[in-house]
């Protein structure tokens, strides 16, 4: 007997992912598998936009009556200006992963920043906010990780990264409690930390390992990695082998993901087990 799909209404609510390219992604599976479980009449798709096409892309969505689109590199920045309305987070962090159509025109915002703060609190619910954090990288994810984590009141941010003007920069636009290091001090940073976040591409498929010795990091520490290509990276297990907690970097990629599908069909979907291995699966 023939399988027959889940069929869409004349009424259904259409979301996608605006980005360029778009076709490595798992948004598409995380939602769908949302849709499924919550029975919505709705779909969310893939959009490959050029970045010489954004605007035209952007409007043209809006107009057809699509309920918004998560944004991915490298429009995260060029969509802002595209927004009639911009939230705290998107202002503060630079960037905008996420658009809302409406009869009032696109709202912007960034839950990246939601994203991070919810994994870590669901992966490390014993992490001491108290004690000072480590943050390598200056990009995007840094940006939306730092604003986490002062707006949870660490006492100091240390950031490192390779290149040390981009980190003062990033330091400069933050303001509080940060500390700027060069990236050959990543490791004595380490010193009396309860949180270490990787947020560059290092240990990535593909990329340069991660070169940061963790004998300086005490044993109740917790080490989170962006990375989720491998999901257990070289960081996290060391990290592991260590005592410390460790936390994959896909479980950002579900939890920013809920405030977005909440704001296109309703329902704050659940981060569970049994979605995690389905947005890892290929079936």
């Known amino acids: 007997m023939i399988s027959v799909p889940r069929a869409l209404s004349g009424k259904a609510r259409v979301a996608g992912l605006i980005g360029w390219p778009v076709s490595h992604s798992r948004s598409p599976r995380l939602h769908g598998y949302w849709l499924a479980e919550h029975g919505i009449d709705g779909a969310y798709v893939p959009l490959p936009a050029a970045p010489e096409k954004l605007e035209p ?28 309305r911009v939230d705290d987070a998107a202002r503060r962090i630079g960037a905008v992963n996420l658009l809302v159509f409406g009869e009032d025109g696109i709202t912007g915002s960034n839950t990246d920043s939601f994203g991070f703060m919810a994994n870590l609190k669901a992966a490390a619910p014993a992490w001491n906010a108290a004690a000072p954090a480590v943050l390598l990288g200056a990009g995007g994810g840094a940006r939306a990780v730092a604003v986490g984590l002062i707006d949870a009141g660490v006492p100091e941010l240390r950031l490192a990264n390779r290149n040390r003007a981009r980190t003062e920069q990033l330091a400069a636009e933050l303001g509080g409690a940060v500390t700027v290091l060069a990236w050959e001090e990543r490791a004595a940073a380490l010193a009396g930390a309860g949180l270490v976040v990787n947020s560059t591409s290092l240990g990535m498929g593909g990329q340069p390992p991660l070169d940061l010795a963790l004998d300086d990091l005490p044993g109740d520490a917790v080490v989170a990695d962006l990375v989720y290509s491998p999901l257990e990276t070289a960081l996290l297990v060391a990290a592991r082998a260590r005592g410390c907690v460790g936390v994959d970097g896909l479980g950002m990629l579900l939890h920013q993901a809920r405030p977005c599908f909440a704001a296109w069909f309703g329902p704050d979907p659940q981060v569970t087990e049994d979605l995690r291995a389905f947005v890892l699966g290929d079936g």
């Open 57 to 84: 892309a952007v409007r043209g969505l809006a107009a057809a009556g699509l309920a918004g689109v998560n944004v991915t590199i490298p429009h995260k920045q060029a969509v802002l200006p595209l927004c009639d």
